[in-house]
Nanobody, 122 residues
Framework: QVQVVESGGGLVQPGGSLRLSCAAS????????IGWLRQAPGKEREGVSC????????FYLDSVKGRFTISRDNAQNTVFLQMNSLKPEDTAVYYC???????????????WGQGTQVTVSS
């Protein structure tokens, strides 16, 4: 059974940092790309970052480039999203998802978890 479980969300002040974690089960990160989506109230879900299984190629949403870093630990079947210099506009529910396609410019996703809330506010 494919499952992803997110953790690490919370409330943080602007300029602060959070590290999201996603524990995957039922599939192997050696063979499937993985990453993060987010959805803010009243907005569509969007891809934030992903990392391919083949060669570790990464994708980042333009608005998070230079602030967010994705990484994975294949031995632990876990993916992380380090979020620095957080802004109020980063407030959203963040979902871990599988990405059958992930490259520097584009992606597709097909399965996601329950999500973790990230709130950036003073």
């Amino acid at each position: 059974q494919v499952q992803v479980v997110e953790s690490g969300g919370g409330l943080v002040q602007p300029g602060g940092s959070l590290r999201l974690s996603c524990a995957a089960s039922g599939f192997n990160l050696d063979y499937i790309g993985i990453g993060w989506l987010r959805q803010a109230p009243g907005k569509e879900r969007e891809g934030v970052s992903c990392i391919s299984s083949r060669d570790g190629t990464t994708f980042y949403l333009d608005s998070v480039k230079g602030r967010f870093t994705i990484s994975r630990d294949n031995a632990q079947n876990t993916v992380f999203l380090q979020m620095n210099s957080l802004k109020p506009e980063d407030t959203a529910v963040y979902y871990c998802a599988t990405f059958p396609r992930c490259n520097n410019y584009d992606y597709t996703y097909d399965f996601w978890g329950q999500g973790t809330q990230v709130t950036v506010s003073s």
